[in-house]
């Protein structure tokens, strides 16, 4: 099984504010929902409780460390290994990571591969995806989308794989 991070972010690395989503660009989202369908999708608390969308078609995964905490439609994780493990043995192939920020700062370091929306903005943000180390990822491939009607901002969405 290969783990993918799934994330959008601005010039500055920014992602999210205020518990949601700093912009909207629906030609991002047919993307998300298209890589993601029928995958294992992990998810932190916090992102989970801040959705305005219903992810049918996922295997959802929600993580937190309230042992007490019931996520509706989803399986509750107790760490990262957890959620992994419990994709694996479903057999899952690509068992993708979505957010937010304090669970990508932790899977960044085991991730195989990179789905990376590059915002053309720099953007009010509460919350940043960790630092990248360029050196360690290559460019598997990149698509362009303009700025419009259905997209707050340009962006590019690129895939990362480990650099060899
Ligand atoms: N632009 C993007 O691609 C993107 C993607 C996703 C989210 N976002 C944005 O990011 C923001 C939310 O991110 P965030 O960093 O504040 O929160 P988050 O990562 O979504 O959730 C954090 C919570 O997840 C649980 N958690 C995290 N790591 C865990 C671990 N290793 N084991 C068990 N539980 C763990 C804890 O829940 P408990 O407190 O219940 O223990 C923690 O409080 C929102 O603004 C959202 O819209 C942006």
């Given at each position: 099984m290969i783990v993918s991070l799934i994330a959008a972010i601005d010039r500055r690395g920014g992602m999210g504010w205020d518990g949601g989503l700093p912009w909207h660009l629906t030609d991002d989202l047919k993307h998300f929902k298209r890589r993601t369908m029928g995958h294992h999708l992990i998810l932190g608390r916090k992102t989970f409780d801040g959705l305005d969308v219903t992810l049918s078609g996922r295997s959802l995964i929600v993580l937190s460390r309230d042992a007490s905490y019931k996520a509706e439609g989803a399986q509750v994780a107790g760490s990262l290994a957890e959620a992994l493990a419990l994709a694996e043995a479903a057999g899952e192939d690509e068992a993708f990571v979505g957010g937010g920020a304090e669970v990508f700062?932790?899977?960044?370091?085991?991730?195989?591969?990179?789905?990376?929306?590059?915002?053309?903005?720099?953007?009010?943000a509460d919350v940043f995806f960790p630092e990248l180390d360029e050196n360690k990822w290559e460019?598997?491939?990149?698509?362009?989308f303009v700025q419009g009607r259905k997209n707050d901002f340009g962006f590019a969405i690129q895939v990362l794989g480990r650099a060899k």
């Amino acid at each position: 099984m290969i783990v993918s991070l799934i994330a959008a972010i601005d010039r500055r690395g920014g992602m999210g504010w205020d518990g949601g989503l700093p912009w909207h660009l629906t030609d991002d989202l047919k993307h998300f929902k298209r890589r993601t369908m029928g995958h294992h999708l992990i998810l932190g608390r916090k992102t989970f409780d801040g959705l305005d969308v219903t992810l049918s078609g996922r295997s959802l995964i929600v993580l937190s460390r309230d042992a007490s905490y019931k996520a509706e439609g989803a399986q509750v994780a107790g760490s990262l290994a957890e959620a992994l493990a419990l994709a694996e043995a479903a057999g899952e192939d690509e068992a993708f990571v979505g957010g937010g920020a304090e669970v990508f700062a932790e899977a960044l370091a085991g991730a195989d591969r990179l789905y990376l929306t590059r915002v053309e903005a720099e953007v009010e943000a509460d919350v940043f995806f960790p630092e990248l180390d360029e050196n360690k990822w290559e460019l598997l491939g990149e698509e362009a989308f303009v700025q419009g009607r259905k997209n707050d901002f340009g962006f590019a969405i690129q895939v990362l794989g480990r650099a060899k």
